[in-house]
């Protein structure tokens, strides 16, 4: 018996990239579902899952469901302590608690300007004052957690913790909106590119027949995605 983890398209669907990276870069294990998001069979694929209504979502060996992605987050550190989810320290795991928390419920000006599309790197985007103030708060945030907390790095509290993430999906943004920030964030977002999980999963959604949905597209050119394939 393990866990079943429902998602939706891994080249759009940005929770559940989190949802998929909290199992995948811990090592515990887990049955992946995709839901049909886009092809009209959502409200059937989740009603096994009932109250659930929003992806990721995932199932405990014991049936028991859990959604939501920080209440996925702290049911796992609390049934896998050895996996170190949340950094060890406790000062580094209240801050680690506090940013994916501030991720989870804020950022919207970048999140609704900017979709992840990890198929896209468009060229020539323009970003709003909005979406430039959600990114001068990232880089506040990651640089004082790095002072603070990262060590050598490349994460920010030394080794990948669950504050890593929820930002995972932000580098995605930052990666395909060709999006301004200074070198510290363009190394914290490189290291996010490159991680072999994160490549996986973006990999398994480009070959994946995908719609090309119009949520997530612009009238923009687009050029080669910035990090390794
Ligand atoms: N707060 C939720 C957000 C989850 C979410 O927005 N999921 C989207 C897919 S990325 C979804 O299920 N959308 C379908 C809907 O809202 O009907 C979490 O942390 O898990």
């Given at each position: 018996m393990t866990y079943d983890l429902f998602i939706a398209d891994k080249t759009y669907s940005s929770w559940s990239l989190r949802g998929w990276l909290m199992f995948e870069n811990f090592g515990i294990p887990a049955k992946t579902h995709e839901v049909g998001l886009y092809s009209g069979t959502f409200a059937q694929d989740m009603s096994p899952l009932a109250?659930?209504?929003?992806?990721p979502v995932m199932r405990t060996p014991e049936g028991e469901v859990v959604g939501e992605t920080l209440a996925m987050a702290e049911t796992l550190h609390e049934r896998h302590p050895e996996a170190g989810l949340w950094p060890a320290d406790p000062a580094a795991r209240m801050r680690a608690r506090w940013l994916a928390s501030e991720m989870h419920a804020g950022f919207t000006a970048l999140r609704s300007a900017c979709?992840?599309?990890?198929?896209r790197a468009w060229q020539g985007f323009q970003p709003s004052q909005a979406v430039l103030n959600d990114l001068a708060r990232l880089e506040t945030i990651w640089a004082d957690a790095f002072a603070r907390f990262?060590?050598?790095?490349?994460w920010l509290f030394g080794r990948y913790s669950l504050a890593d993430v929820f930002f995972a999906p932000v580098a995605g943004r930052v990666a395909g909106y060709g999006l301004p920030v200074g070198p510290q964030a363009a190394a914290y977002v490189a290291a996010h590119l490159a991680d072999p999980a994160f490549r996986r999963w973006r990999a398994e959604g480009l070959a994946q027949p995908y719609v090309e949905h119009p949520d997530y597209m612009l009238d923009l050119p687009h050029g080669d995605w910035p990090g390794p394939a």
């Open positions: 109250p659930a209504r929003q992806v979709p992840m599309n990890l198929a990262g060590g050598d790095g490349p």
